[in-house]
């Protein structure tokens, strides 16, 4: 990491500027600040950051369906979502076109035209095509490790950029390059007014580019991803740039989210005392409480196109608001004991994949690649005990396992 970039780290928490440093106190601990926002005022407008952060689950779940908040990037407004501190250049508005063309900040009716091109890549009959795929990846990719095994490097980052380039129908050997553009975009989307987070976020979009490209001119596998976003430019449904702009937000979307989930989701079991054994028979279920208790997105944004009213609070039309998935996923007034790991909870619904218009296209594709890593410790180890201490590596919006060493034995 730049000096650049960590001196801005380091400062935008103590200054109260850039509203992503409560993402990465979210990430640390999804309920610390939060318990006593959620009890006290569920909806509330942080003077020092110039947000509303919503914290209650039926709060949220209300804004989210709310068309009166928007998800694309407002030009201008009352808050923006990053101010430069002193000295820095720039005006927090140059983030690169292609990511503003991104489906997931638009809104209808171009966010669900862009969506609908590429939904059928996610339906149930091709998830359940997936599976054999991913089942046989996690084995795989477990076979070499007798005792210890990097949950990271060995399975959930190979996992997740092998699966995405699987689905968009790109060849395998750009997986291993996913690692290093997600950051580099990452830190494009909350600090565009640093000139050196500008220069390597725009060289990674570039990159992406250039693989879609490459790809494009060869054999695209039928039905893939960028076989449905050809055949859309092919009918003049959209533009190059669109299909450069789907493209590197299913890159983006369904890489590091995946990857880290997975990682935090062997961490909570470790730190529950849950053996991978006991998960093996329904790791379905052990997925959907892990989802809601530690997940990689912690909060998405939305900009107030109009007054609202909620939980007795008048969000101005221009606002920022956060909604703090995390912490709502621990509301106890909808969870009961909700800081505690249970696999096997029922659970009705958790906001850990959006609500709305924007539910996240690949929760099912995340649900699968998780169960089958799940199932593949499992199967292997009925003990897990970790190896070393977890390495974590932040940037404003997301907190990656960089390292997870685990060692795994059997059940005596
Ligand atoms: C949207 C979380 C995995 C693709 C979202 C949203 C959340 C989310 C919270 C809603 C954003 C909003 O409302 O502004 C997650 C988590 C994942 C995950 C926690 C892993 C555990 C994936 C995967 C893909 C994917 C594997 C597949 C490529 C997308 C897309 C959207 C989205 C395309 C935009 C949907 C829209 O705007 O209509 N995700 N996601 N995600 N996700 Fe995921």
Known sequence: MSDTLQAAQDTAPRAGRCPYHVTGRAQADPCMDYLHLRDDEPVRWDEDLGVWLVTGFREATELLRNPSLSAAWPEHGRTRLHTPAEGESGDGSRTSELVRMWFMFNDDPGHAAARKIVAPLFSAERLAAARTFVEGLVDELLAPHRDVLDVMDDLAVPLSSRVICHILGLPEDVAPRLAAWAPDIAALLVADYLPEVVTRGYRALHEVTAAVDDALRGEVPENSGLWLLREAHRRGEIGLQDVWATASLLIYAGFE????????????????????????????????????????????????????????????????????????????????????????????????????????LGAGLARLEAEAALRGLGERWDVIEEASAPVTRSHYGLTVLEHLKVRGGTRN
């Open 257 to 360: 989210t995946t990857s880290t989930f997975i990682g935090k989701a062997v961490r909570a079991t470790l730190h529950a005392g849950v053996r991978p054994g006991d998960l093996k028979a329904d790791p379905a279920a052990a997925v959907e409480e892990l989802l809601r208790f530690d997940t990689s997105v912690q909060q998405v944004a939305r900009f107030a196109t109009a007054p609202v009213d909620v939980a007795g609070q008048r969000v101005a039309a221009g606002d920022l608001v956060l909604i703090m998935l995390g912490a709502a996923n621990r509301d106890p007034d909808v969870f009961e004991g909700p800081d505690h790991l249970r696999p096997g909870r029922e659970i009705r619904r958790h906001l850990t994949f959006g609500f709305g218009a924007h539910y996240c």
